[in-house]
């Protein structure tokens, strides 16, 4: 088991928790914008913040993502 995977869990569980989303949603969210793979690219930085700060982090990958897109 890679070093990162529980770390993937614990951001998955807590942005489901803060943003009230179902384990799904967060699912279908993280691939669409390849969250994961961020998440993984930043494991050394982001696993020693709070979760707070990751949920926020996250967040605002995704939107930077969404407006590459557009």
């Known amino acids: 088991m890679s070093k990162e995977l529980p770390f993937l869990v ?4 807590e942005y489901k928790h803060q943003k009230e989303m179902t384990g799904k949603e967060v699912m ?8 994961f793979e961020y998440i993984q690219a930043f494991y050394d930085v982001l696993h020693t913040t709070g979760t707070k700060y990751i949920v926020n982090d996250i967040d605002l990958y995704i939107q930077s993502r969404q407006t590459a897109q557009s």
């Open 10 to 13: 614990l951001c998955v569980e």
């Open 28 to 35: 279908d969210l993280f691939n669409q914008y390849s969250v």
